[in-house]
């Protein structure tokens, strides 16, 4: 599903997903580092669905950083609420896929 649009049915699905999980990455004022970037994509490997928590950003920096994040590292933002944002990148190997659809 790497090149594929997600439908709303699923983004809505992850995005109820997301609402238990813990905020596994915090941007602060330094911004989307190169050592945040490598880490952000080592866990959406590990985990398909990422929440990020930024620190310290206004709406419209938030903003800027969640299409930054989608630019550079072409991981779709399914969801923002808040000082929150949710990623999901489907693994491509079937055998470690953490999300069901």
């Known amino acids: 599903m790497e090149n594929l649009s997600l439908t709303g049915a ?13 905020a596994a990455l915090k941007i ?11 880490e952000f994509l080592r866990l959406l490997e590990a985990r398909e669905l990422v929440k ?12 800027a950083l969640i299409a930054r994040i989608e630019t550079e590292t072409t991981v779709p933002c399914v969801g923002a609420v808040g000082h929150t944002a949710l990623f999901f ?5 079937p ?6 659809f």
Request: hydrophobic share 30%; no cysteine.
């Open 28 to 38: 602060g004022k330094a911004g989307l580092t190169p050592t945040l970037q490598r």
């Open 95 to 100: 055998g470690k896929r953490v999300v069901a």
């Open 10 to 22: 699923q983004k809505t699905r992850l995005r109820g997903l997301g609402q238990n999980l813990e």
């Open 89 to 93: 990148r489907q693994n491509p190997d």
């Open 52 to 63: 990020v928590r930024f620190e310290g950003a206004d709406r419209h920096e938030r903003a």
